[in-house]
């Protein structure tokens, strides 16, 4: 790893902290040569304090430290990425990033499709909305439309229409999503069940 520490006249980069579970960015710091090797020799991520003046181990106060997963280097050899899992909180505020976003994992547009699956159950009738009618129909229903829908993925699958194929998958999963709220589950309950079945 050939970085650049003497790109600013300050010797320092900048280093990126992410969670290696969640993916979210919980903080920025600055590191020089000397941090980066005490990071790298204690497995705890140690960083160039610009106001204290020296090196400075994440938590070496509060606790909170984050243990050191994989270290990567930007294509101008100038800033770091540093995959961490964090122990506790990792701003000084006390918030899970330093930008008071809760370090959850989530999964972009599935996400957000189970946040308008909520809101809709929620907030609309049955003569707005096709999930809020399928919600007050019940688990029946629900259970049912999976099961067709899942039917109707297979069908797709013996023929040769990938269009067909992957508007059938997509209203598979669309409804998959309402049963899982429907039974007081989200796709991360799912994901926790696949994650401990990798070991």
Known sequence: M???????????????????????????????????EKTKETKLVTFYSRTKQRLWTKGE????????????????????????????????KGTDTCWAEPNEETYGFISHLEDVIKDRRLNSTPSESYVSFLFEKGINKIAQKVGEEAVEVVIEAKDNDADLFLNESADLLFHYLILLQAKGFEIKDVVEILRGREK
């Open 61 to 92: 106060e509060s606790g909170n430290v984050l243990n050191l997963v994989d270290i990567k280097l930007d294509c101008d050899n100038d800033s770091l990425l540093i995959s961490v899992l964090p122990k506790g909180p990792t701003c000084h």
């Open 2 to 36: 050939n970085i650049d520490f003497n790109k600013n006249s300050d010797g320092l980069v900048p280093a990126i902290i992410q969670d290696v579970s969640t993916k979210k960015v919980l903080m920025l710091g600055y590191m020089n040569a000397e941090a980066l």
